[in-house]
């Protein structure tokens, strides 16, 4: 699949950013947050602009963005829809809990409870996002159980490590933020390795036979493709990268996206002060990078059944 | 609604293709186009048509493949366009409402007004019936020729979509696949008519003929040999005499 920028920066973006606001309304119900404004604000406005900015980023992809509006109207059938309802809906909670913490505290029950259900539709949206490519059939590689999971635990990691971030730059004492971050990184990091092993071995359904039902026949190969130069299917749908690629990719998606920040947080874990706030900076900083690469892959790896009328097979890359 | 519709009518208006019979000439596609630049999906556009990197909105599309080997290997064409499934994906995951299957006949379409242009419609079709056109910004799709078939300005037989009016070897037939008793329901009864990707579960309403089996190579000599031997020439001459000692030796 065509890897679009701007949905990959959306998804990277706004999963960031909810993952955030999750952490932050966990620890509101925990009673943790402290009353402290520029935090409480700096916080806030972290957790909603990168949503927001992811949002926007999303509808930057569309033949007609001024008819966006219309996308809220099929959340019956659609998870697109979902999505989008999803995270309007989101803002209610979010911003309800923003002013509880900024204009009163943290700790009262206003916060608390609007935090919980700031936390629940961050994880609500996120789940949509992700069943936007999970329920495609026609992209193996998206279409298993691996997808929503992913999904959910990279927004927690990049979360948790713009949570740390913020801890350690305010010199707040939010408790656990490093422990949060580095055990939120190996679990997404086993997802990822999970997820890409799954992707490299699982046995596909569809091949050129059952595209074309001349199995009975013999193997069946593209004689003469319908047209000279790429259509808007191979373009969109065809999108292919070399195996070899793909690894040093990968490799490079596991150490920015996980190794690194791991190192760092735990550097800052243990270090504290000035040092603490530079490799959380570095640490997320190396996350984005990281999460993007492997978001890139997450397209350019997928591949579509239509390419299977084009010559291909799905599993095969050279 | 991208819901599918609950109250269906017993009418699945579709085509049967016959890979036995397709030469491959992609008339159906050129008159597609020509048909659906004039439609009701109009225009479908071409970018850089006289240029290096021409494209542009096709809804019918014909590839060639070969499939097995030595003499049992076949050469088939094969045109592919949208198949109006009973469980189109295209429809469900829609968020604007702009796809959606027709209750009464089952053809599936887009209103252009409504659409977004999000192309997640092109990506839930297993099929790549659908085609998103980079100037009008909307995905394009076979309206079945809706504008052909219940058009009362044509005359009776014209009402059929363009693909299979222009067949030259009639390798297209068009009618309801809901009626057991249609011709083209007979059609795919009596030639073992297929689903493409029945593992997707999409349950397309298109049907494809697969290609008859081959009078394999032994019933081919066993019919030559069968033919009476000529009769023998005997004392003839002068020229055809001599043709004959020539040709005895």
């Known amino acids: ?318 | 609604m991208t819901s599918l519709p609950q109250q269906r009518g017993d009418k699945r208006l579709g085509l049967v293709i016959d890979l036995d019979v397709c030469v491959g000439c992609h008339a159906c596609a050129v008159n597609c186009k020509e048909w659906n630049a004039g439609g009701v999906a109009a225009p479908l556009t071409d970018l850089d048509p006289y240029g290096k990197d021409p494209h542009g909105v096709w809804f019918n599309r014909v590839h060639t493949f070969e499939a097995g080997t030595g003499a049992s290997g076949r050469t088939v064409h094969f045109p592919r366009s949208c198949l109006h499934c009973e469980e189109p994906a295209c429809v469900t995951v829609c968020p604007t409402g702009a796809s959606y299957k027709r209750a009464e006949d089952g053809i599936v379409l887009v209103n252009e007004d409504l659409c977004i242009g999000c192309k997640l419609c092109s990506w839930a079709c297993p099929y790549g019936a659908r085609e998103y056109d980079d100037d009008a910004g909307v995905m394009k799709k076979c309206t079945l020729c809706i504008d052909r078939i219940y058009n009362e300005n044509l005359r009776a037989e014209e009402r059929v979509p363009a693909c299979v009016a222009t067949c030259p070897t009639s390798a297209r037939s068009f009618g309801d696949l809901g009626d057991p008793q249609s011709a083209v329901s007979t059609l795919v009864r009596e030639r073992g008519g297929y689903d493409l990707m029945p593992e997707m579960e999409y349950r397309p309403t298109n049907k494809y003929l697969p290609p008859r089996p081959r009078r394999d190579a032994a019933d081919a000599g066993a019919a030559a040999s069968a033919a009476p031997p000529l009769e023998p020439v005997s004392g003839a001459g002068g020229l055809l005499g001599f043709i004959d000692r020539l040709l005895s030796d």
């Open chain 1, 1 to 318: 699949m065509h890897p679009a920028l701007s949905v990959i920066v959306f998804t990277t973006l706004s999963g960031a950013g909810y993952g955030l606001l999750g952490w932050l309304g966990v620890y509101a119900a925990a009673g943790l947050l402290p009353p402290d404004r520029p935090f409480a604000i700096a916080a806030m406005l972290l957790a909603l602009g990168a949503v927001t900015a992811g949002l926007l980023s999303s509808t930057l992809h569309l033949g007609h963005p001024e008819r966006a509006w219309r996308a809220l109207s099929q959340w019956r059938s659609s998870w697109l829809s979902r999505e989008g309802v999803a995270s309007l809906v989101t803002y209610l909670p979010a911003l309800a809990f923003g002013a509880a913490w900024i204009l009163d505290d943290g700790t009262g029950a206003p916060a608390r409870i609007s935090g919980v259900l700031a936390t629940l539709c961050a994880v609500l949206t996120v789940v949509c996002t992700a069943y936007i490519y999970r329920s495609l059939k026609p992209v193996p590689r998206w279409c298993n159980a691996w997808v929503v999971p992913n999904y959910l635990a990279l927004a927690a990691m990049t979360g948790a490590l713009l949570l740390a971030l913020l801890a350690d730059g305010f010199a707040q004492p939010l408790p656990a933020t490093h422990v949060l971050a580095a055990a939120a990184i190996v679990i997404a990091l086993m997802g990822k390795l999970g997820y890409w092993r799954f992707i490299d071995s699982a046995r596909l359904a569809s091949t050129p036979e059952s595209a074309t039902g001349l199995g009975g026949l013999g193997a069946v190969r593209l004689f003469e493709a319908p047209h000279t130069s790429d259509n808007y299917l191979m373009k969109e749908m065809g999108f292919r990268i070399a195996r070899k690629h793909a690894r040093k990719l990968r490799i490079l998606a596991v150490v920015l996206g996980f190794v690194l920040p791991f190192v760092l947080i735990a550097t800052a874990g243990i270090a504290g002060g000035v040092i603490a706030a530079a490799a959380s900076l570095l640490a997320v900083a190396s996350a984005l990078i990281g999460i993007l690469t492997e978001r890139w892959l997450f397209f350019a790896e997928a591949q579509h059944t239509v390419t299977l009328y084009y010559g291909r097979r799905l599993g095969m890359e050279n």
